[in-house]
């Protein structure tokens, strides 16, 4: 079964940046749709970003122009590029395909406060 781990969260003030990564145990990115998703306190699990197989992007509008996704077939790692981060980011990041049809990681914790 394959297994998802996320990693570069933290504490960060209102303007800053935060770049996130997602590794899988098994060879898969290359072929699958890939997102990010997160989850606030208190509120449902939202989409954030998405990436195909072949490169193309797409974004929620609450992140649009800040927020940046990738993915590194090689390396088998889909990062988020968070800059201009905002309170209303704050919340667990999970990465997933885009319709959740994988185990979800622990997640990364990413805090927006000053």
């Known amino acids: 079964q394959v297994q998802l781990v996320e990693s570069g969260g933290g504490l960060v003030q209102p303007g800053g940046s935060l770049r996130l990564s997602c590794t899988a145990s098994?060879?898969?990115?290359?072929?699958?749709?890939m997102g990010w998703h997160r989850q606030a306190p208190g509120k449902q699990r939202e989409l954030v970003a998405t990436?195909?197989?072949?490169?193309?992007?797409n974004y929620a509008d609450s992140v649009k122009g800040r927020f940046t996704i990738s993915r590194d077939n090689a390396k088998n790692t889909v990062s988020l590029q968070m800059n201009s981060l905002k309170p209303e980011d704050t919340a667990v990041y999970y990465c997933?395909?885009?319709?959740?049809?994988?185990?979800w990681g622990q997640g990364t914790q990413v805090t927006v406060s000053s």
């Open positions: 997933n395909t885009v319709g959740a049809a994988l185990p």
């Open positions: 990436i195909t197989s072949g490169g193309s992007t």
């Open positions: 098994r060879s898969i990115f290359s072929r699958i749709a």
